[in-house]
């Protein structure tokens, strides 16, 4: 191992629409800056209490995974990757950790509904939903949690065999006497929850999975399902929602798909796999990571784990997908969140700067700027996005697993490239 | 190096598989000219892992579905859908006695284990063939057909909203480990797949012979909106209640050794406005 420190990457990105931030997780830390002045509005990181033996799987262990923000931007949840789940309040745009609990099983999306309800998936396959109040009553206090912690560290220290505190078994059991929304017999990839657009007063929630499954049921009365979105042949990673009434959705096969969310029937197909090959001349299999729809433009971008470079399509006639432009990067993307704000339009990306093996010397946050629609999109480092990485962690390093999605296929899949298998796309645990 | 002796296992398996086939065909006890096929060729443990990615064959969605290897007189009846189906036929006796009672409809099997639907594929060519050449049955067993397929995961891959007017679940895994709970074919999310495939006052069916299972499955599709129970005199009236108690191959096993048969059975609700 050489002993090259480079900037920690960050896994996720989230763009913060009610004080223009960006909020960066990188491994066990989680930072905010805000876009107008690269002001660090918080910092949050696990408090190093633990010797130098256990360190490491904690810094594992708190990566924070996934961000998600109440739609009145009063409070936000993350989801780290031992299974805690944090409610933080929100109080002129600086955040405040207060109840955290344990959930049964790894997560594997987040999101919260329009009355202010955490709806999370798990990866087998169901999906829970937990009050903000509930939580406030039988979440744990952090500092009780130090507490049971440092608790049980000394008892370990002292040879006792008690090693978990007693308070976070007790929140796991409540959480498992949860009935789940719904259920699929699989992994599941993401959750949206949109409004119905055939019946604007009913909401709907939207699943996929990795046995490319998209299914569409009624929120909260999810034990209605509307309508299965099929057509893919590998699994699904990635959904998102365009214009309120299409959806649009990518995985491990060659296509990027567009549904209509009244029929459930396909309206396109967007053969990705080509315009990677044809025009970044990338000859990996696609797992898509990144699906992001961009409303002024009409347009979708996609980025698949582990090619440095990103596809824009284009929506015409409201209903077609056409290829825009590509754009290459420096490194692999991670993560990418779009900022709509008065004061800017443009696309933030995480690149994955551990696998590079020549020294280039730019950083694993970049901006593409979209207000000019005109000339091709570059990338650029904003003033903002300068401060934020020379805030990011050094490392020795990757404090967590940062591939996701390639796991997902399956061993028989027809999808892997040439000299492809199972096991060399695995997931890379530190 | 761990890739490369799993590749080797699982080649070594399909091997076997090989050479256990090229036996059977040598063997020739079934499916040709009316033979039945030995049961003891087909021997399978009782259970497969639900969760695993099994190598299966299905279409990506129900219009893309090819019926006409599985049912080959659909030609002439190219409206023809199916609309009755036996989750986890094992060995097909439900599957069979269900073809000549509904006639107009499509039965089918499904089933995961290989061997098992290999056995019920060459009992149905072989009972077709008796029907056409012996003794004449009403839908000639055109009608049913059974087909290897992990159905808690890829239900709606073959059926669209609302095709299916009865689903059978006879005597199905326990499960009784509580950590293997959730691979139960009756569970209350699962259920809500079972009522989007299944039409308004359509039934789904359940008999088991272990009382602990019983009682899951009751409490999960009573807790389910979607579904209400039958009565004990809406059951009495129903024939596939009787069939189902009484044709089933682990029916009439738990039948011989005098034990117990619990049944439930649940009519689908249409959707709340």
């Not at chain 1, 999306?109 to 087998?124: P, Q, R, W």
């Not at chain 1, 937990?130 to 009553?137: A, D, M, Q, S």
């Not at chain 2, 029907?131 to 709606?156: D, H, T, W």
């Amino acid at each position: 191992m050489s002993s090259a420190t480079f900037r920690h990457p960050c896994q996720t990105v989230l763009w913060n629409k009610f004080s223009d931030s960006i909020v960066c997780c990188s491994g066990p830390f989680l930072k905010e800056f805000a876009c107008s002045t690269g002001e660090k509005l918080n910092e949050y990181s696990y408090e190093d209490k633990l010797d130098q033996k256990h360190r490491e799987a904690a810094a594992y262990g708190q990566a924070v995974r996934f961000v998600a923000y109440s739609k009145d931007g009063s409070f936000m949840v993350t989801v780290n990757e031992d299974k805690t789940l944090c409610l933080w309040n929100v109080i002129n745009s600086k955040i405040q950790l207060v109840k955290l609990i344990k959930v049964a099983k790894r997560c594997s999306a987040l999101e919260c509904s329009e009355n202010g309800d955490i709806v999370y998936a798990d990866k087998f396959g169901d999906v829970f939903r937990i009050e903000k109040n509930w939580l406030l009553e039988n979440g744990i206090h952090p500092e009780e949690q130090a507490a049971a912690e440092q608790q049980a560290a000394e008892a370990a220290k002292s040879g006792k065999q008690k090693a978990i505190g007693t308070a976070e078994h007790s929140s796991v059991e409540k959480v498992n006497n949860f009935h789940p929304l719904l259920g699929h017999v699989s992994i599941l990839t993401q959750l949206l929850i949109c409004k119905d657009p055939k019946n604007p007063s009913r909401e709907l929630i939207i699943t996929s999975d990795k046995d490319e499954h998209i299914r569409v049921s009624r929120f909260p009365q999810s034990y209605v399902i509307e309508g299965f979105c099929l057509g893919h042949e590998d699994f699904v990673s990635r959904i998102c929602l365009v214009d309120n009434d299409m959806l649009a959705s990518g995985g491990g096969d060659n296509h990027v798909f567009l549904w209509d969310l009244s029929t459930y029937k396909c309206l396109d197909a967007f053969n990705i796999k080509a315009a990677f090959s044809n025009y970044l001349n990338m000859e990996t299999s696609m797992a898509l990571n990144v699906l992001l729809y961009v409303p002024p433009l009409h347009m979708l971008m996609v980025a698949s784990e582990g090619n440095s470079g990103v596809v824009f399509i284009r929506i015409v006639d409201g209903r077609r997908l056409e290829y825009h432009s590509v754009l290459a990067t420096p490194y692999p993307v991670i993560s990418a969140t779009l900022r709509e704000s008065s004061n800017g339009l443009g696309i933030i990306l995480a690149l994955d700067n551990t696998k590079s093996s020549e020294q280039k010397n730019l950083s694993c946050l970049q901006y593409i700027d979209l207000r000019n629609f005109a000339a091709p999109f570059t990338l650029s480092e904003p003033p903002f996005l300068q401060a934020a990485v020379n805030e990011l962690p050094e490392v020795e390093q990757v404090l967590c697993p940062l591939s996701q999605v390639r796991p997902l296929r399956k061993a028989h899949s027809k999808f892997f490239a040439p000299g492809e298998t199972r096991a060399t796309v695995g997931a890379d645990t530190p | 190096m761990s890739a490369v002796q799993k590749k080797s296992a699982a080649q070594l398996q399909r091997e076997e598989e090989e050479a256990r086939k090229k036996l059977k065909r040598l063997a020739k006890q079934g499916g040709v000219e009316g033979r039945l096929p030995m049961k003891r060729l087909f021997r399978q443990r009782a259970h497969a892992n639900v969760l695993s990615d099994h190598e299966l064959d299905y279409p990506r969605n129900p219009s893309e579905m090819d019926w006409s290897p599985l049912y080959p007189d659909i030609k002439n009846h190219p409206e023809r859908k199916v609309e009755i189906v036996d989750i986890g036929c094992g060995y097909g006796g439900l599957t069979v006695a269900l073809g000549p009672h509904f006639p107009d409809t499509y039965v089918l099997g499904m089933e995961i284990r290989m061997q098992v639907t290999d056995y019920l594929t060459e009992k149905i060519q072989a009972l077709r063939y008796r029907a056409e050449n012996e003794e004449p049955v009403p839908g000639g067993y055109q009608n049913i057909s059974v087909l290897r397929m992990n159905c808690q995961k890829f239900l709606p891959n073959f059926f669209e909203k609302g095709q299916l007017t009865k689903m059978f679940f006879c005597f199905p895994d326990p499960h009784f480990k509580a950590r293997k709970h959730k691979n139960r074919i009756i569970t209350t999310t699962l259920a809500s797949e079972y009522a989007y495939a299944i039409r308004p006052h359509g039934i789904l069916y359940t008999i088991t012979d272990v009382e602990e299972l019983h009682i899951w499955m009751v409490q999960h599709l009573d807790a389910h909106p979607l579904f209400r129970r039958l009565t004990k005199q809406e059951e009495e009236k129903d024939i596939c209640v009787t069939l189902m108690t009484h044709e089933t191959e682990e029916g009439k096993k738990v039948a011989r050794n005098g034990g117990q048969k619990f049944v439930a059975c649940y009519e689908r609700l249409p959707n709340p406005e």
